[in-house]
């Protein structure tokens, strides 16, 4: 069996507090665009709307949409991980690249997305 990825670790942790310390109206998800794809079947997601670098962890909350593009320490977002993150701001959402478990919890915390410090 594989080992999980140090970023899969990192969203599964997110997800978990997420789980557990979400405020009140809290909408969050992930969206499974990763991995290979058959050229077919490649383009027949991409008809259907899917879009290459959608960040990690995806939030509705209070009428607005906040993302992290999880990435493990010393980790690099992709050029279209990147530009998705761009497009997310320049639509009047907030996004950021986080870097490890502590920063991307920082991150919902600040934006009121969790509750309370980590237990």
């Known amino acids: 069996m594989k080992r999980a990825s140090p970023e899969q670790q990192i969203q599964r942790a997110v997800f978990q507090h997420l789980k557990h ?4 109206g809290v909408f969050a ?3 499974p665009n990763g991995g ?21 962890v995806m939030c509705i909350f209070a ?9 493990a320490e010393g980790g690099r977002p992709s050029e279209k991980q990147l530009l998705a993150v761009d497009n997310i701001r320049n ?9 490890g478990l ?5 991150t919902l915390e600040t934006w009121g997305i969790l509750r309370g410090q980590a237990a």
Request: hydrophobic share 45%; aromatic share 8%; charged share 25%.
């Open 91 to 99: 639509a009047g959402g907030f996004a950021c690249v986080c870097e």
């Open 36 to 56: 290979y794809r058959k050229p077919k079947e490649a383009a027949i997601l991409k008809g259907l709307g899917v879009v290459a670098g959608v960040p990690d």
């Open 63 to 71: 009428g607005h949409v906040y993302a992290l593009e999880l990435k």
């Open 29 to 31: 998800f992930h969206v």
């Open 102 to 106: 502590d920063r991307a919890l920082k």
């Open 21 to 24: 310390r979400s405020a009140p």
